[in-house]
């Protein structure tokens, strides 16, 4: 690296120090993560081919191949509007906090504290079970290779598959409490292989399929089977699972802002790359799948393999060929925990950092040799595991897992992006900004978000029985409910001592004159105002940055 580029990356250091101290926190975590690593961690969460694989289960039921193409189709349009107006705030203010910093933010002060207390919560579970979903397809998918490799003689208890995913959940603790360094450099071997493995299948599957399993175009992209029980319209909002599933957990870039190089730049459109590229690559995949899945949906659901793409791949490229490629599905899903794990981690460090969960004096603890969460990491990974007990209440109580990830995550979402605009604030955009589209956009995206979040709400099929419910309003219903009860505790609750963002730095001093003492400003309601000036210097030093380069 040349002298001059040291320097320009020196001034990009200098100005996201600068305006994180404008946002009220001091500077912990080492910035290793580039562009293209930031956008890493949320491509490699998506995931693409293993996330499909994992909820293939939830689209072909409410619609076969018409579901797939067209249900995809539909809902990443969605959430790359959704994915926009996060990019947004992103963009103001790049702090690991993210979503309930930004709702403190821009609430009107009577809510603030409630509504950040509520966004925080619903992240925290949100994510968490978002690294449980993932790491339960993990297992899913590692159980289905050895029963591919058993000439489908082997099939997995749910017990058996617990072990295996809660193997999973802490080999992904230890990998997440190495150095940020480490970390960083992960992410961009996670793209190059994500990537590659969508392009292989999208290729590869087509050619190899047989002429018996190969559908004509009316079939593929016009054929609706639903053996939901659920009307046919319903059925296909309920496939938008599939898609609102896999392409989830963007904030995760957001998490890791405060470990990011060029934070206010770099983050919001890592967000909006990831579900873009998700968005057509994923297309590609359930276009490449409806063509090549043969006509007998039931034998896909209910083949010994226990897993719907893998029957697929099974049916094109043998035992043989499946084993090899379903190797490295695994391999990228694996990928994915690590970096689930890697920014749930970080949200509920900063969660802690501000005082807000139970024993936060323990979590908000940074290890001095790897600089790195080590206690929220464990945190985060042992609540992953007491989740997944849920599958010993049943198929449908593991698989609720999946649909509370989204719920609990679009809660968290829509209340700071409506909180911008229905709240009494100065927004200060950051540099990246839609201009006159960014109220549309907003509306848009909270709409579609607590329509969604009351659909996954519903069971997978009408008059269940007690085995057969969602557990989703349970489980994210008790935790919700629980958070509120200690927060109105009396004398020991939130409301008598939560008030948001807790400051770790005097960001007046950081970048003004110092101010008296009575006049020093809090972490959250000036900070999107003042930060301005912050990232102005900020694409500056990218641009300088960029030139060079």
């Known amino acids: 690296m040349s ?41 490699s969460i998506i995931g693409l081919l293993p996330s499909i694989a994992s909820v293939l289960i939830y689209s072909i039921p409410y619609g076969g191949p018409s579901a797939m193409v067209w249900g995809w189709l539909v809902a990443s349009i969605f959430i790359l509007l959704v994915g926009m107006s996060m990019a947004e705030l992103a963009s103001a203010a790049p702090t690991s906090g993210g979503l309930y910093f930004w709702t403190h933010s821009l609430s009107s002060p009577r809510w603030r504290n409630l509504l950040a207390w509520i966004v925080g919560y619903a992240n925290t579970i949100g994510s968490i079970a978002s690294v449980a979903s993932i790491d339960w397809g993990c297992a899913v998918q590692i159980t289905a290779a050895a ?14 598959t617990f072990g295996v995913y809660t193997a999973v959940v802490l080999s992904h603790a230890v990998i997440c ?15 190059v292989l994500n990537i590659v493995l969508c392009l292989a299948v999208i290729v590869a599957l087509p050619a190899a399929t047989p002429k018996e399993f190969r559908n004509s175009a009316s079939y593929a992209l016009g054929n609706f089977t639903n053996v939901s029980g659920w009307p046919n319209g319903f059925a ?60 007998d949906l039931d034998a896909i659901m209910n083949s010994p393999i226990g897993q719907p793409m893998a029957e697929i791949f099974f049916n094109s490229f043998g035992q043989n060929g499946t084993l090899a490629i379903w190797a490295i599905v695994v391999i990228v899903q694996y990928m994915m925990g690590s970096s689930m794990v890697l920014a749930a981690s970080r949200q509920s460090f900063a969660f802690s950092r501000d005082g807000a969960l139970p024993f936060s004096k323990y979590l908000y603890r940074m290890n001095s040799y790897t600089r790195t969460p080590v206690n929220t990491v464990w945190f985060v990974a042992i ?3 007491l989740l997944g007990l849920l599958a010993f209440a049943g198929d449908a109580a593991i698989n609720a897992i999946f649909s509370m990830s989204i719920t609990a995550l679009y809660v968290a979402y829509a ?13 200060a955009p950051g540099p990246f900004n839609l201009g006159r589209f960014s109220l549309p956009c907003a509306v848009i995206s909270v709409l579609w978000m607590t329509f969604m979040g009351t659909v996954f709400l519903f069971p997978s099929a009408p008059e269940p029985d007690v085995s057969d419910m969602n557990y989703t309003v349970v489980v994210l219903g008790g935790v919700l409910v ?11 609750g939130g409301v008598h001592w939560f008030t948001g963002p807790v400051p770790t730095i005097d960001h007046a001093a950081a970048v003004e004159p110092a101010a008296p003492e009575s006049e020093r400003p809090s972490t959250s309601n000036d900070s999107l105002e003042k930060k301005h000036r912050v990232t102005v210097g900020q694409q500056d030093a990218y641009r300088a940055h960029n030139t060079s380069s």
């Open 147 to 160: 029963s591919i490799g058993s000439g489908q003689t082997f099939s997995a208890t749910n017990p058996q």
């Open 236 to 295: 296909f909002i309920l496939s938008f699972l599939s898609p609102l599933w896999t392409i989830c957990s963007f904030d995760s870039s957001v998490h890791i802002s405060e470990e990011a190089s060029n934070a206010a730049i770099a983050v919001p459109w890592a967000i909006v790359y990831a579900i873009g590229i998700a968005g057509v690559l994923g297309w590609a995949i359930n276009m490449a799948l409806a063509f090549c899945m043969g006509t």
């Open 482 to 492: 629980l958070s509120l009860v200690w927060y109105y505790f009396p004398k020991y």
């Open 415 to 427: 209340i700071p992006i409506a909180a911008r605009f229905l709240g009494k604030n100065d927004f």
């Open 3 to 43: 002298v001059q580029q040291q320097k320009q990356k020196s001034a990009i250091e200098r100005t996201d120090e600068e305006l994180l101290a404008t946002l009220g926190y001091k500077q912990e975590f080492q910035r290793a993560f580039t562009g293209l690593e930031t956008f890493g961690v949320a491509f």
């Open 383 to 385: 609540s992953a595991v």
């Open 177 to 191: 409490c190495f150095g940020t360094r480490v970390l960083a450099r992960l992410q961009t071997f996670y793209v």
